[in-house]
Nanobody
Framework: QVQLVESGGGLVQAGGSLRLSCAASGSIFSISDMGWYRQAPGNQRELVASITRGGNTNYATSVKGRFTISRDNAKNTVYLQMSSLKPEDTAVYYC?????????????????WGQGTQVTVSS
């Protein structure tokens, strides 16, 4: 069974740091793009950062210079290092991955989501 499992969320004071991890497991042929999204109460889910298999990154304007996304392709894991956290960063953070999965005779592509991890930044 393919799944994405996140870890690393929690409560931190403004100005502090957290590191989120998301590991993909199961029968996976390959992983292309991976990313982090977040959703605050009453808001739509928004892209925080994404990274291609080759390491090209993209960030939301609100987190540029404060957050860093990285990945370890050997471990099928994506990370989000968050620094200089602000109360407005409070949200549930979800990881996302575009997976190529083997089938009996072929391969198929699918996007998977993690279960979400809460990040709360106190002022």
């Amino acid at each position: 069974q393919v799944q994405l499992v996140e870890s690393g969320g929690g409560l931190v004071q403004a100005g502090g740091s957290l590191r989120l991890s998301c590991a993909a497991s199961g029968s996976i042929f390959s992983i292309s793009d991976m990313g982090w999204y977040r959703q605050a109460p009453g808001n739509q889910r928004e892209l925080v950062a994404s990274i291609t298999r080759g390491g090209n990154t993209n960030y939301a304007t609100s987190v540029k210079g404060r957050f860093t996304i990285s990945r370890d392709n050997a471990k099928n894991t994506v990370y989000l290092q968050m620094s200089s956290l602000k109360p407005e960063d409070t949200a549930v953070y979800y990881c996302n991955a575009d997976l190529t999965l083997p089938t009996q005779y072929d391969i198929r592509w699918s996007t998977y989501w993690g279960q979400g991890t809460q990040v709360t930044v106190s002022s």
